[in-house]
């Protein structure tokens, strides 16, 4: 049992002397977990914490979610050519993304945030619009929390510090749980953020980038902003020709260019 002192002290010196090529082992571990999401990447970084420590845990958790995150960015790009229509259903998804002046904080709330999906965004960060070592940065910095209070839990674990342990086990679990909960909600509060600040004079652009996978999937789908109101409005196939027998509404809601007023 690692709680008797001589124990603990027999399994160090046995991690130490499996010496690198333990961490490498647990450093393959986490980037296979990176590419295969469904695994929940906590047992990774408990298992890293209790072998290496806190602060070790932390560095093969990270080193390994970068060249995970870098091996499954390469491998996008090369498929993508085949296969962009499914990346591009995924990103309908999460069309705020497309926002370059608030992706940065956006992606960072997500990984920051415990519950919110986060390993699909690796598969989707080549169609982003953010460089992938910004994404990286940021990302990265966002998970320190999570990991940290893994490996610092296994670490007390094993030095049997278990009071903790439970402690910091029992907010991190608390913070998931709300995540999870409210995981839709934040997601529909971040793609109801509409910028309007990219707009072109000519008030004929979209809203944001986000919404270009719209005009990709709904061929003579337009959209623009009256300069005059800020009003959105929509044309296209897809848009009503009028109220049924009500020709006062009709004219109400829909110019004679065939506009509708949103």
Same mark, same amino acid.
């Not at 499996?18 to 590419?35: A, H, P, S």
């Not at 919404?211 to 044309?235: A, C, H, Q, V």
């Given at each position: ?11 160090? %010196? ?12 647990? $450093? ?50 090369? $498929? ?26 956006? #992606? ?22 953010? %460089? ?57 509060? $971040? ?40 009003? #959105? ?30």
């Amino acid at each position: 049992s690692l709680k008797d002192e001589t124990n603990r002290l027999k399994f160090e %010196n046995y991690v130490d002397s499996i010496g690198i090529k333990g961490v490498l082992l647990v $450093l393959l571990i986490q980037i296979l977990q990176v590419f295969i999401a469904f695994i929940p990447g906590e047992i990774v970084e408990l298992l890293s914490g209790f072998l290496y420590g806190t602060w070790g845990g932390l560095g093969i958790c990270l080193l390994g979610n970068f060249i995970g995150s870098f091996l499954i960015y390469c491998l996008v790009r090369f $498929l993508a050519k085949k296969r962009l229509s499914t990346f591009q259903d995924k990103l309908k998804q999460y069309s705020f993304l497309n926002n370059k002046k608030k992706i940065a904080l956006y #992606l960072f709330l997500i990984y920051l945030i415990p519950g919110l999906p986060k390993d699909i965004f690796t598969y989707l960060a080549p169609f982003l619009p953010i %460089n992938f070592l910004i994404f990286i940065l940021v990302t990265s910095i966002a998970r320190i929390p999570s990991i940290v209070s893994s490996t610092y839990s296994s670490h007390s674990i094993f030095n049997s510090n278990y009071t903790m342990a439970i402690i910091v086990f029992i907010i991190f679990t608390i913070f998931a749980i709300v995540g999870i909960i409210y995981k839709d909600k934040v997601c529909i509060i $971040l793609g109801s953020e509409i910028e309007t600040s990219e707009i072109n004079d000519d008030g004929k652009t979209l809203l944001n980038e986000g919404t270009i996978f719209i005009k990709e999937s709904y061929p003579g789908f337009e959209g623009k902003i009256d300069p005059e109101t800020g009003e #959105l409005l929509l044309r296209g196939p897809s848009i009503m020709k009028g109220y049924h027998n009500q020709p006062e509404l009709t004219a109400a809601a829909i110019d004679e260019d065939g506009w509708f007023h949103t």
